[in-house]
């Protein structure tokens, strides 16, 4: 099973990124799958979450509204579009997949795989 994130880079607040994840070795419908970020100093929290059987998703708080998460058109994608972001977004993101499809998606998180991480630096 891989995760591969992509897509991490400088930005200014206000603007905006997106963010990928390529997975292989899983079947998307099996799981749900999302984004973490941790930073500097900070522990690693959940972002968003999304369950590919019915289209459910979850927001953290900070995420809601600004964030985006969505499946690709090719069926091992995930994307996280980030708008409006702040300087309180700058962490390292990671894409992440839990067997379980309920529990994620109400922000309770037992990461069965994880993706390394790609660095997002909101700065002017």
């Known amino acids: 099973v891989q995760l591969q994130a992509s897509g991490g880079g400088l930005a200014q607040p206000g603007g905006s990124l997106r963010l990928s994840c390529t997975i292989s070795?899983?079947?998307?419908?099996?799981?749900?799958i999302g984004w973490f970020r941790q930073a500097p100093g900070k522990e690693r929290e959940g972002v968003s979450c999304?369950?590919?059987?019915?289209?459910?998703?979850y927001y953290s708080d900070p995420a809601k509204g600004r964030f985006t998460i969505a499946r690709g058109n090719a069926n091992n994608t995930m994307y996280l579009q980030m708008n409006d972001l702040k300087p309180d977004d700058t962490a390292v993101y990671y894409c992440?997949?839990?067997?379980?499809?309920?529990?994620?998606?109400?922000?309770?998180?037992?990461?069965?795989?994880w993706g390394q991480g790609t660095l997002v630096t909101v700065s002017s």
């Open positions: 992440a997949a839990d067997l379980r499809l309920a529990e994620p998606c109400r922000g309770a998180w037992s990461v069965h795989y």
């Open positions: 070795g899983i079947r998307l419908d099996d799981y749900a």
């Open positions: 999304l369950r590919t059987v019915d289209g459910g998703t």
